[in-house]
């Protein structure tokens, strides 16, 4: 079975050059803009795992992260932050709120790709 | 029945009485716990001012002048108020300086003068041993009254008995013996007396609860209180005389309250108690309401005693000043009568006892001493002094009261000894100029306080004296009628033609004026010499904490030997080693062995000896062992200096802490704004690193999609590579901005200042996105004025406002059917410039933060292509050339942003 893979990012860009990847890689993509439009896609068809922005406009990277973990119906999503929030303490944060990688922008293609395999095949 | 067995056992017993009190405090003292060091008692010890003068003389003058004996008490009273600095720098100079009298507190001021020091004893003996004999008289007298009891009769005059039938002789021989008791039980011959300030405490009880008793026996036994002795008063026609007569001559109750008021802190006896048995400063506070509160208690009962006696008496030749015995007296109150004699005999037992220990040091010390150290070389060396020393005054205290008696058989129940209280007073306030202004004026010298004194005294003599003596029949009466050698001027009770004054008014005012013009005169006409100014300084100086100033003003060298030596020889072998031991201690040595001989020791050692021998002497004995270099003017005023500099030092670096102070507080904020700015900055750099990594990032994925995969479609591949370059100008124009804004925030950019048509720029910024404008579809308005609008400006930086503000505008229209108008309005003195679009607006909240850095609205799904810098450097910009921008919108109609900038001002 496929998977699906969202990605939520306010950069049209970004999220164009992911969803590319993650098609070739051959997952199904769906992409939201912001995390308020991230929630309802989740809510509507459960991915199998979040590739998220941090700073977006409406609702941010961690609040979306922290819903997420707080509800029980969604445990076991994988969420990847994909950022250009850097630093250390942020990294920390993202971390503690419940994301299972964190990968700052700009990134290696490879590495993300590799990261989003093992943190799907660690699920099954 | 009071029979003379009765009234002796019980005087006797009172004397007993007293000696164990005065024992018993002085064992405790030896113990270190003093009794005396107390407020209250303090204070009560003041009371010695009140005598038999008052116990007795206060209803005797009442009688006479009605309440013309309230001055007497008034002046004590206001001059308390302000012993809390006048009295505590006399303390405090005389702890500092171990000052035993008034005598030596004087001569100590004008620089250690044996000859100033001997005067104001002479002055002082002079003009107190009259004032004992009255009281010897006194206590004879209200004797003998007692032993007719319950007979009121008057004793015959007493010159007219045998000198050895005289029982005041024996009581003074019995308060010789007991004031040698009393003041120098000890072998040494320290200035304190504790044992006889606590007896002295007591007896003011004594006298104030006798006087008391008498009085409410008076008011509410006799009488039904004091309406009512009143009201009998004024019918028998006695009370107006007392009141309003009392009540005459202004300038009279103004002299008997300054003459009081100086004397209340000139007497001997009380320059004795509350300076030199002052055992704490604090005790001052209490005694400042505590003794004047005494003083309107022992005056309630003066006149209702001198009416009842008028009342009682009448036709009887009853003298008034007896009344406060003779009361009782008569009616029969065994008891009360014998309280009231032994209330009488406290006030004058009180004051001799006092008052001839002081007078007793003064003669020791200023007197024989100056006179003994003449002879000091003939002096064995090993000789014990400290005996000699309590032999010459137990000598004084005898030689004292014995003149006193003198003075009582010889002036007997003449004028001179009635008056003599305020003769007395007149006599100790000469000291008031020279103890007085002495402790405020720098400027006050040894001659001038000799020349003040010696005038003062000699006007004293002259006007006071010798009339009360010519009154007594000893002088012919017509020096006071015709003037010496019929001289009219020179007339003692009238001098230089001054009529209209009572004698005490007339002699105050001519002493006093002669005294303080004689003083001030001499000091003027000379600088003071070195010791004169080392003195002089401490003095002024007490209360300004120097007390160690004294000490730097030796220079010299000496032997701890040799100083031992001499203050063993004073002060007793056992006591002066224990002294200095103590000092040694306090030095923080060992042994006596260890103390250097330096300036400290030197200083101590004599202000030990100004303790037994006054400070005169103690000068003069102390530079017989040491070889003392004579300091120069110079010098002691540099060591003056020092002291002040000192003074000065601590106030410049009290000054500098609270610069310190205000520095730091200054830098804590500066840190704060400091620490806010970097903050900004971390954000500012947080968010630029944010700008360049998200571009980096879209740039960075599709390189190296395009690198791994070669066989990518072509219109896949050209979209990447766009995407790529349109990144790529997106990072370089946030590189730019960011320069650009940094430059502009640290004033490093350059600006023209130069006229500028706004018009121009309008249409030329216009013009230049023409393109930009045509690719989206978008319809431009122009709603301009036909005239230059002229204003001061950067017109490079104008031009850079405008585009940012057109292409937003054009980034925010619908594609086709966009409509941005361009604005261009002449107000009163400015010009406005707007630029509004028919986009999806600024949503209310956005709106206060759309000049913020990286803020950016619109919702992610139509954002715009931008840095988020464009119009934070349009309103740094617009700001720098004195304008203003702003933004309003509605998210139906669009957005409009409006900036305003001053018109050009017209050439003046």
């Not at chain 2, 300038?251 to 802190?265: D, K, P, Q, R």
Request: proline share 4%; hydrophobic share 45%.
């Amino acid at each position: 079975m496929t998977k699906t893979i969202l990605i939520v990012d306010d950069e049209p860009n970004i999220v164009l050059s992911v969803e590319y990847l993650m098609k070739r890689e051959g997952y199904q993509v769906m992409t939201a803009s912001d995390g308020q439009v991230a929630m309802e896609v989740i809510a509507d068809t459960r991915p199998d795992l979040l590739i998220l922005d941090v700073m977006m406009p409406r609702k941010n990277g961690f609040e979306v992260c922290r819903e997420i973990r707080a509800d029980p119906a969604l445990s076991g999503l994988p969420i990847l932050m994909l950022s250009a929030k850097g630093r250390e303490a942020e990294i920390k944060k993202g971390i503690s709120l419940g994301a299972d990688a964190y990968i700052t922008k700009p990134f290696s293609t490879h590495d993300l790709v590799d990261k989003v395999n093992q943190l799907l095949q660690s699920r099954e | 029945m009071l029979t003379t067995t009765i009234v002796v056992i019980a005087s006797l017993g009172y004397l007993g009485l007293l000696f164990a009190i005065a024992y018993w405090a002085d064992r405790r003292a030896d113990q270190n716990r003093s009794v005396i060091s107390n407020a209250t008692i303090y204070a009560l010890s003041l009371a010695v001012y009140c005598t038999a003068w008052t116990f007795y003389g206060s209803v005797g003058r009442a009688a006479a002048t009605g309440i013309g004996f309230l001055p007497i008490y008034i002046g004590p009273t206001l001059i308390a108020a302000l012993w809390g600095t006048l009295l505590l720098k006399m303390v405090r100079v005389s702890k500092s300086q171990r000052i035993t009298s008034i005598a030596d507190f004087i001569a100590s001021r004008y620089g250690k003068s044996h000859l100033l020091g001997g005067l104001v004893t002479i002055i002082a003996v002079l003009g107190i041993v009259p004032y004992i004999a009255l009281q010897l008289k006194a206590i004879s007298r209200s004797f003998t009254i007692l032993l007719t009891y319950p007979e009121v009769s008057m004793p015959n005059p007493a010159d007219s008995l045998p000198l050895l039938q005289d029982t005041t002789l024996y009581v003074a021989l019995l308060l010789a013996a007991f004031t040698i008791l009393f003041g120098t039980r000890h072998l040494d011959a320290s200035e304190r007396h504790e044992g006889m300030v606590a007896a002295i405490a007591f007896e003011s009880i004594v006298k104030l609860v006798a006087f008391l008793s008498v009085g409410i026996f008076v008011t509410y036994q006799l009488h039904d209180g004091f309406t009512d002795l009143f009201d009998k008063a004024e019918n028998a026609g006695i009370l107006n005389p007392l009141i309003i007569d009392g009540m005459k001559g202004y300038e009279n109750w103004f002299a008997l309250t300054l003459l009081s008021a100086l004397a209340v802190m000139m007497l001997p006896r009380q320059f004795q108690v509350a300076v030199v048995e002052n055992s704490g400063e604090q005790h001052l506070r209490r005694a400042v309401w505590l003794f004047p509160l005494y003083l309107f208690l022992i005056n309630i009962f003066v006149i209702p005693i001198a009416l009842a006696g008028q009342l009682t008496f009448v036709g009887e030749n009853v003298d008034a000043d007896t009344f406060v015995l003779t009361l009782p007296m008569a009616h029969h109150q065994g008891s009360l009568t014998l309280l009231a004699f032994l209330g009488g005999m406290s006030a004058a037992t009180g004051m001799v006892i006092v008052e001839t220990i002081a007078l007793s040091t003064m003669v020791c010390n200023d007197l024989v001493m100056p006179l003994l150290l003449k002879r000091w070389k003939q002096i064995p060396p090993d000789a014990d002094l400290s005996k000699l020393l309590l032999r010459i005054r137990r000598g004084a205290i005898i030689l004292i009261l014995l003149l006193g008696f003198l003075y009582f058989r010889l002036a007997g129940e003449a004028y001179a000894l009635v008056s003599i209280g305020l003769i007395s007073f007149s006599a100790v306030a000469q000291f008031a100029p020279a103890m007085i202004i002495g402790l405020y004026w720098r400027g006050g010298t040894r001659s001038g306080a000799l020349a003040g004194l010696l005038s003062g005294f000699v006007i004293w003599v002259y006007t006071l004296l010798l009339p009360s003596f010519a009154k007594s029949g000893w002088l012919p009466a017509g020096l006071l009628e015709q003037g010496p050698f019929a001289i009219e001027l020179l007339k003692p009770q009238a001098l230089f033609g001054l009529t209209g004054l009572n004698e005490i008014t007339h002699c105050l005012f001519w002493s006093l004026s002669f005294n303080i013009g004689a003083y001030i005169l001499f000091s003027l006409w000379r600088t003071p010499r070195v010791d004169e100014a080392t003195q002089a300084s401490l003095f002024v100086d007490a209360l300004k904490n120097q007390q160690f100033l004294g000490v730097g003003l030796w220079r010299g060298t000496a032997e701890v030997k040799e100083l031992l030596h001499l203050a063993e020889r004073f002060l007793g072998n056992e006591r002066a080693r224990h002294l200095f031991q103590a000092f040694a201690k306090r030095r923080k040595l060992t042994d006596i062995k260890q103390l250097p001989a330096d300036a400290e020791t030197v200083y101590f050692a004599e202000t030990l000896l100004a303790g037994a021998i006054g400070s005169a002497s103690a000068r003069v004995m102390v530079s017989s062992v040491t070889t003392e270099e004579t300091l120069g003017m110079d010098e002691v005023l540099n060591i003056l200096d020092e002291a002040s500099q000192i003074r000065a030092y601590s106030k410049a670096l009290e000054r500098k802490s609270h610069q310190l102070e205000k520095a730091t507080r200054e830098l804590k904020e500066a840190n704060e704004r400091l620490q806010e700015l970097d903050r900004l900055k971390d954000d500012f750099m947080s968010s630029v690193t944010h700008e360049l990594r998200t571009p980096l990032a879209s740039i960075r994925a599709f390189s190296e999609i395009l690198n791994d995969d070669p066989d990518i479609a072509l219109n896949q591949r050209r979209r990447f590579l766009g995407i790529i370059v349109n990144e790529t100008k997106r990072l370089s124009r946030l590189v730019n901005q960011v320069l650009d804004l940094a430059k502009i925030e640290s004033g490093r950019a350059d600006w023209n200042a130069e006229d500028v048509d706004l018009l121009e720029i309008v249409e030329e910024a216009i013009s230049s996105t023409e393109q930009l404008f045509a690719d989206h579809g978008t319809r431009v308005i122009r709603a301009l004025p036909d005239h230059a609008c002229i204003v001061t400006g950067d017109r490079d930086r104008l031009m850079q406002v405008l585009l940012n503000l057109l292409s937003n505008a054009n980034k925010f229209v619908p594609e086709q059917t966009g409509e941005v108008t361009v604005c261009l309005i002449s107000k009163q003195d400015r010009y406005e410039v707007s630029v509004s679009d028919n986009g999806p607006g600024i949503a209310a909240g956005e709106l206060p933060n759309i000049f913020e850095k990286f803020r950016q609205a619109g919702s992610a799904s139509n954002k715009p292509i931008g840095t988020g810098l464009g119009l934070p450097i349009s309103k740094k910009i617009v700001e720098h050339l004195g304008g203003n921008i702003w933004a309003e919108s509605t998210t139906e109609n669009g957005a409009i942003f409006t900036f305003a900038l001053p018109k050009k001002k017209k050439a003046a």
